[in-house]
């Protein structure tokens, strides 16, 4: 049964743990979440489940989804999102089931996929890190241009600067996964999750939080001691 889960960033705060190393940790509100709709092989081609975060008003929602949504004896859902499951897992996801932060329960590590704060239109310093130009030697009200981009051409020799060039333009406001964080800590009576480190969006932003899909040795290892 895979761990997944619709949340919701609270925020940052700080951990001491039990060797009183002080540690950043992000707040993440998981669930709960409700299961809207369970595909299958014969009807939809593939298995799987999709479930809905924060109920809302049917008078904010649609017909449509407030008819979706009514197939499983829910309220109007404001946020959906599916992932496969195994055709014995199934069975596991009735319509209208309640899935709270105690499916993490044993999970060592978690991504977390959300979207990052959008910076708007953004130079090349800020956007990529270049370090601008130089100083001193007669550079005047330049410092922060690209530099040339003509030695940049394709090379057919057309004059025209090959795709993926990092220049100018907007920043962010995209969607980012933060893979492997750390599970330090959980809430299940108010359905809070504690991970280790950053991730991605602003508070109240939503994520998508799942069991970790792939981690290297040293974590792995200490996935499988816990």
């Not at 889960?5 to 009183?20: N, P, Q, S």
């Not at 241009?145 to 220049?167: E, F, H, L, Y």
């Not at 040795?217 to 200490?222: D, G, I, M």
């Amino acid at each position: 049964m895979p761990a997944v889960l619709i949340g919701k960033k609270v925020g940052m705060t700080r951990l001491y743990t039990e060797a009183g190393v002080n540690v950043p940790v992000t707040i993440i509100q998981a669930g709960p979440c409700h299961v809207t709709q369970v595909k299958s092989a014969q009807r939809d081609g593939y298995e799987a489940v999709q479930i809905g975060f924060v109920e809302i008003k049917p008078r904010v929602s649609t017909m449509p989804q407030i008819g979706h949504d009514g197939k499983a004896g829910l309220a109007p859902q404001r946020f959906h999102r599916e992932f496969r499951v195994k055709p014995e897992e199934v069975e596991n996801y009735p319509l209208g089931k309640t899935l709270t932060v105690e499916v993490f329960e044993g999970v060592r590590f978690v991504d977390v996929i959300g979207t990052s704060k959008g910076k708007g239109f953004q130079g090349v310093m800020k956007r990529w890190g270049f370090k601008g130009m130089c100083a001193s030697h007669g550079t005047e009200r330049k410092h922060r241009s690209p530099g040339t981009i003509s030695g940049r051409a394709s090379n057919r020799g057309t004059g025209k600067p090959k795709k993926g060039i990092r220049m100018s333009g907007h920043m962010g406001d995209r969607q980012v996964t933060a893979r492997s964080l750390e599970v330090v800590g959980r809430d299940a009576q108010n359905n809070l999750l504690l991970v280790l480190g950053a991730v991605p969006g602003a508070n109240q932003g939503v994520v998508l939080i799942r069991e970790a899909t792939r981690l290297y040795k040293s974590k792995a290892n200490l996935a499988k001691a816990s």
